[in-house]
């Protein structure tokens, strides 16, 4: 029996070995003197329960509040990020070492379940059952991944058409609040072909998991695991329903399973990183994030791919802060990933679903997974718009005269057929041949346009 304020008795060399005692709070991190532990090891606390005679009981098995190591002291002290609420922790509370970083349960048996960062269950569920694995598995090397060539039909017309993505991209969807990212997430997870589906709602509100999970078709949900973690959980936990949901991904993909991966949103997984970085002592590098987030963001989004026979293809939310193009955090992962797709405001204010903006947007791996006819196709409609662009403000403002420009004159001709292609409802799924042959359609109306 350990009394838990007896660790002063302990003998120096085992002092610090598996045991150790909560010394104080610092805003939202915990500081302890001891157990001897490694950077993300998981401690759990020891509430000891005290008679009216002040002597303790014995402490119960490991149980409750989870901490997670997160740093060391210039003394030797540990720097410890809660999973859950520090109400009612006290000073001299014992934390017990477990040995072992975070596991969680990976398995079909999740598939239809609604989860936390660690596991547990937040459907109401039984505690999820499979085998428990560690959420940071080694980095993929290099020359494991293959070849990216195959589509990955969307039943987006916009998308399929203009920005064709590969089974086993990473793409990233770039806007600002209330554009239409989390509906068009659901569109391409109602309509898009994949064995099983990963989605990772980080820092959202309650009400928007409950009804982004209540959206899903009964036979889509059968076949995806949510893994969420709300705007009011701690940071830590938000990173490690990221970590989760990744992990989960891994392991379908290791079956030879193609799994699409959804993570909702990225600056805010980026946000949490910049929180336990600033608690564990970093400083604020750029508009406040922390270094540590730049070093996470491509660690994290290396995980996706084409790997052995099985595939993730990744696709992540990123929130511009003001709309703005230049945020850091679009910034740091546009170079990283395959592709962007951007949704414009303008194009939403003008009720204009999907709002996406196809001449900033692009798929890097389009010219690899497609035919010469279809990218011919594509590159002749990014023209017309690109020219129509070119000239809104001349035609607004009366300035152009018709007849001025032959190629221009047809480009107007087709842009009412060519926007209402672009739209597209939300239960409204496309098939690709057919919008291929739409849009070609609308392109050999005038043939001038091929000269855009």
Not at 110 to 127: A, H, M, Q
Not at 370 to 381: C, E, F, I, N, R
Request: aromatic letters at 4%.
């Amino acid at each position: 029996m350990i009394e838990a304020k007896s660790i002063d008795a302990i003998s120096p060399e085992k002092r610090f070995w598996r045991f150790g005692r909560i010394e104080s709070v610092r805003g939202l991190s915990v500081i302890s003197r001891g157990p001897a532990a490694a950077i993300g090891e998981i401690l759990w606390l020891v509430r000891s329960e005290t008679r009216r005679d002040r002597s303790p009981r014995a402490w119960q098995p490991p149980q409750g509040l989870r901490l997670e190591v997160a740093g060391f002291l210039p003394d030797g002290r540990l720097l410890l990020t809660p999973y859950g609420d520090l109400t009612g922790i006290q000073q001299g509370m014992m934390v017990v070492a477990s040995g072992q970083r975070l596991k969680v349960p990976v398995g079909r048996g999740l598939l239809g379940r609604v989860i936390d960062g660690t596991g547990e269950p937040l459907d109401g569920g039984p505690k999820p059952r499979g085998r428990l694995v560690e959420i940071t598995p080694d980095p993929i090397a290099p020359l494991d991944r293959r070849p990216i060539d195959t589509p990955l039909w969307t039943g987006i017309r916009a998308i399929d058409g203009l920005l064709t993505l590969g089974q086993g991209q990473r793409v990233g969807i770039f806007a600002g609040a209330g554009v239409g990212k989390t509906t068009l997430l659901q569109q391409i997870l109602r309509q898009t072909h994949a064995d099983v589906s990963v989605v990772a709602l980080i820092g959202e509100r309650g009400r928007e998991i409950a009804e982004f999970y209540h959206s899903l078709p009964e036979a889509a949900l059968a076949q995806t695991v949510i893994v969420a973690a709300t705007s009011d959980s701690p940071a830590i936990l938000r990173l490690r329903a990221m970590d989760t949901a990744f992990r989960l991904a891994e392991w379908f993909r290791g079956e030879g399973l193609h799994v699409m991966l959804v993570v909702d949103s990225l600056t805010r997984v980026a946000l949490a990183q910049s929180e336990v970085g600033l608690e564990s002592g970093e400083i604020a590098a750029v508009r406040g994030y922390t270094p540590s987030v730049f070093h996470l963001l491509p660690r994290i989004l290396e995980r996706a791919g084409r790997v052995g026979q099985g595939s993730i293809t990744g696709i992540f939310t990123v929130l511009l802060d003001g709309d703005d193009p230049t945020d850091p955090i679009g910034d740091a992962v546009r170079g990283i990933l395959d592709g962007n797709l951007y949704l414009s405001r303008d194009l939403a204010d003008r009720h204009h679903f999907p709002a996406l903006d196809v001449l900033k947007s692009l798929s890097r791996l389009m010219p690899e997974i497609v035919d010469d006819t279809h990218q011919q196709l594509a590159a002749t409609v990014r023209r017309i718009l690109a020219k129509l662009d070119k000239n809104r403000d001349l035609v607004l403002l009366g300035a152009y005269q018709p007849g001025t420009d032959v190629v221009l004159d047809a480009c107007l001709r087709i842009e009412p057929a060519l926007e209402e292609w672009l739209r597209q409802g939300m239960e409204e799924c496309a098939e690709v041949t057919e919008a291929l042959a739409s849009l070609a359609a609308i392109l050999q109306a005038e043939p001038e346009v091929q000269r855009a």
